[in-house]
């Protein structure tokens, strides 16, 4: 979800999450509890009620009709991930994404056992032998594996299959471009427990392929095309030159 204006007035968080819905959204993610760095870092009770209020706003504009995720980057200590969870739960978060450090894996199982709301984490885990720790200590029920960090879209089967055993959902994570999207897209197609897909809606992610993938109320069409089902479009490539400085 784009931020701008929220933080000096909540209500404009129910407009743009109205505008989001109208666009054929069903989900949104934002992070409310910036910065990143230093962390971990506790939140104090001021700055979580103001949450609270945004949360509340996107209530009151589209009711049950959108998913909200709290999109928090592992930046929490444990007691303030809690707090937080005690305080927004009544909103029905989607989920709640690493409130702490996805390495530590017993404080994020910790803060699990303490919400309703279910955690979300995977995107920088790397190797299915991670995965198990999350899987063995109930650390999360929704998990966000990333086809290109963790080895392909086989080895990322293979975790899809580990957290369907588990009664864990898969929610891919995708933010590095059109190629890595429709990979991601592949694998969610033939996952049983599969529940969203991450998606970047970019112009130029669109016009790198020669044809786009389609997202049309809410749903992404799955490519039928040969491979991954996309070709990309060389000329577009060639005009948009890595530049490392």
Not at 46 to 70: L, T
Not at 71 to 85: D, E, K, M
Not at 142 to 155: P, R, S, Y
């Amino acid at each position: 979800m784009p931020t701008e204006g929220i933080w000096e007035n909540p209500e404009r968080a129910g407009k743009i999450a109205a505008e989001l819905l109208e666009e054929g959204n069903t989900a949104m993610k934002f992070d409310p509890f910036p910065p990143l760095f230093p962390q971990p870092r506790d939140i104090p009770l001021q700055e979580i009620n103001y949450v609270a209020k945004i949360f509340a706003s996107i209530r009151d504009a589209v009711g049950d009709k959108m998913e909200v995720d709290i999109g928090t980057h592992g930046q929490l200590t444990t007691s303030s991930a809690i707090r937080i969870a005690s305080i927004l739960e009544e909103y029905h978060p989607f989920w709640f994404e690493e409130p702490v450090a996805p390495e530590n894996v017993d404080e994020m199982a910790r803060v699990a056992a303490h919400t309703n709301i279910p955690i979300a984490t995977g995107e920088r885990l790397l190797t299915k032998y991670e995965f198990v720790e999350i899987f063995k200590k109930q650390a999360a029920q929704i998990i966000q594996l990333d086809v290109g960090h963790c080895g392909g879209i086989l080895e990322s089967k293979k975790i899809a299959g580990m957290a369907e055993a588990h009664y864990a959902s898969i929610a891919p994570h995708m933010y590095c471009g059109p190629i890595a999207a429709a990979a991601a897209i592949q694998l969610a197609t033939c996952s049983p427990n599969f529940l969203i897909q991450e998606f970047n809606v970019s112009s130029l992610h669109a016009n790198i392929l020669k044809t786009p993938i389609k997202f049309e109320d809410g749903y992404i069409l799955p490519p039928t095309a040969p491979g991954l089902g996309v070709e990309l479009d060389e000329d577009t490539v060639a005009a948009h030159p890595y530049n490392p400085s």
